[in-house]
């Protein structure tokens, strides 16, 4: 069945600490992958995105991701990370040619950073 | 803003009784998804459409769920007869044939009581 599983539910860092939220998907065929952010009391925005080309994407707010097709990843990353970044993110696949395109979900990470 | 909207944001309802939900995508985004959110979960994909055509909806969780699209712009969510067990977040989604990435509404958050 196609799934995706992130890591950690819960991940607390202080402003400046690297960041790293892991995500592996379940599908073996072409897929496009999604990191999505939800801010507190916001609705779910697109963080970045990964279709083909360049396993390494970059995103917004400096956010950025690797996709690792042999281990089925797609990691987000940031270097430093600020008390704005507090949210709940979320990774995301759908498969990829001419599909449907809806989106498979993980069940989120939430990020706490502390000022 | 022209984003994707809800409405209502926030529905009590009793047990039993029937709800509907709208949601108005981009006004050239022709793909329109429904998901469930629960508590500690993330969005679970329901249906979706292209243009009025509803192209997947074996994902409705029963038979007490539907979803329309009549005229390939807003779309509504009804659940008939609601249970406890549909209390949650329903999310909308819209994009653009071929571009694969969605935008999503705020939300209608549904309490059954």
């Known amino acids: 069945a196609q799934s995706v599983s992130q890591h950690n539910h819960h991940v607390i860092l202080s402003e400046a600490a690297s960041l790293e939220l892991g995500c592996n998907y379940s599908y073996g065929g072409t897929v496009n992958l999604f990191w999505y952010v939800q801010y507190p009391g916001q609705h779910l925005q697109l963080l970045l995105k990964?279709?083909?080309?360049?396993?390494l994407v970059k995103g917004i707010k400096g956010f950025e991701a690797e996709f690792i097709k042999s281990k089925f990843s797609f990691n987000l990353r940031k270097p430093s990370v600020q008390w704005s970044d507090t949210a709940e993110y979320f990774c995301a696949f759908s498969s990829g040619g001419g599909s449907q395109g809806n989106l498979i979900f993980g069940k989120g990470t939430k990020l706490s950073v502390k000022p | 803003d022209t984003g994707v909207s809800q409405n209502p944001r926030h529905k009590i309802t009793k047990r039993g009784q029937n709800v509907t939900f709208r949601c108005d995508p981009i006004s050239e985004h022709n793909r329109l998804y429904w998901y469930r959110q629960t508590l500690g979960q993330g969005p679970e994909f329901l249906t979706y459409?292209?243009?009025?055509?509803?192209?997947?909806k074996s994902r409705l969780l029963s038979d007490r769920f539907s979803a329309e699209r009549p005229k390939g712009s807003f779309s509504t969510l009804e659940i008939q007869r609601t249970e406890q067990g549909d209390s949650a977040m329903y999310l909308c989604?819209?994009?653009?044939?071929?571009?694969?990435?969605?935008?999503f509404g705020p939300g209608t958050r549904l309490t059954v009581t």
């Open positions: 989604a819209s994009s653009m044939t071929g571009v694969h990435e969605q935008y």
């Open positions: 459409f292209q243009n009025e055509a509803q192209l997947e």
């Open positions: 990964y279709f083909s080309g360049d396993p």
